[in-house]
């Protein structure tokens, strides 16, 4: 395997686009009005305090998830303002269009990674409020634990399926696949073009949605070792724990991606598949095509900063 294969890229999708991270920069390319394609670079960097951190195992999954929400609002702000601006009217875009856009941006965020300040709060304390309410019925620490976990499972599942349905958040999800697509198939050695990216598989086992089912499954052995009653402390533990359980889980992701290839392990992946069935769709050829154009650019990207000499931080 070449060197250059042992960049983990990875990916965002965007509205109309895709984002790609690659060792020195963030790149995001946007299909206009006019079928055009435009580009939002942003240099890669990092202070010495956070890649410091993103060496500690347990650690390292928060700071990346930091990053990336961070990272990942510029995109999403740089495609919502661009994507249904045509050229001619760069001159007329009003203020009440880009503030409309701003609850789209937050409604893609959570879809990409539930929020996971607020969102996740309300993902963790919310399943537990409702389990409470059976402990006349099942008031076993271990039943509750697991019962606060389907619970969990069950908003997850039904919040991505909801949203999904709307037309904008659907094409998201084609995006999402031709991010995974353009990944599978770099990886793979198959050549970038439409018709050989749309070969490959819209899942990936290094994916966010898989992360966040992790998170539910991690919860529920964690919980196990603090206290369900009362349910005011429950409420608390769960809160304070919840770096704890986005550690492991982050870690848990890094194993299944390792072990993919290994024909017994690989199936520790599976569930984090299988939920990309609903946060991924089969993207269209034009789709793939702007994935493809962000892909490139980074690679790009990542040869002239290797000319020059300068060394950008490792993707995650």
């Known amino acids: 395997m070449s060197k250059k294969k042992e960049t983990a890229y990875g990916g965002q999708a965007l509205i109309e686009g895709v984002m790609f991270a690659g060792k020195t920069s963030f790149v995001s390319a946007v299909r206009r009005k006019d079928n055009s394609i435009e580009y939002f670079s942003l240099e890669r960097k990092e202070s010495n305090i956070a890649r410091r951190l993103k060496k500690i195992p347990f650690v390292r999954g928060l700071v990346a998830l930091v990053q990336s929400s961070a990272n990942g609002v510029k995109h999403l702000n740089f495609s919502s303002e661009r994507y249904d601006v045509h050229p001619d009217d760069d001159e007329q875009i009003k203020k ?41 019925f099942i008031s076993s620490k271990p039943g509750q634990v697991l019962l606060e976990g389907f619970f969990k499972l069950l908003l997850l599942l039904g919040y991505i399926y909801v949203v999904s349905l709307t037309p904008l958040i659907k094409r998201v999800f084609q995006y999402h696949g031709a991010e995974h697509k353009v990944i599978n198939a770099y990886e793979n050695g198959v050549p970038l073009t439409v018709e050989g990216v749309q070969s490959q598989s819209r899942l990936h086992y290094r994916c966010g949605s898989s992360f966040m089912l992790f998170t539910v499954i991690v919860g529920v052995f964690v919980y196990m070792f603090v206290a369900t009653d009362p349910l005011w402390w429950r409420i608390v533990n769960r809160i304070f724990l919840i770096p704890v359980v ?64 300068i060394q950008g931080s490792k993707a995650i």
Do not use: C
């Open 96 to 136: 009440e269009e880009s503030s409309s856009k701003i609850a789209t941006i937050i409604g893609i965020g959570a879809v990409g990674v539930l929020s996971f300040f607020f969102g996740k709060m309300i993902f963790t304390v919310t399943p537990a409020i409702v389990a409470n309410f059976f402990e006349p």
């Open 246 to 309: 986005i550690g492991i889980s982050f870690e848990v992701l890094q194993i299944t991606n390792k072990v993919r290839n290994i024909p017994v392990l690989k199936v520790l992946g599976y569930p984090g598949l299988w939920l990309q069935l609903l946060t991924t769709k089969e993207p269209e050829d034009d789709q793939v095509d702007v994935a493809i154009h962000s892909f490139k650019k980074v690679l790009e990207n990542d040869k002239t900063f290797e000319k020059s000499g």
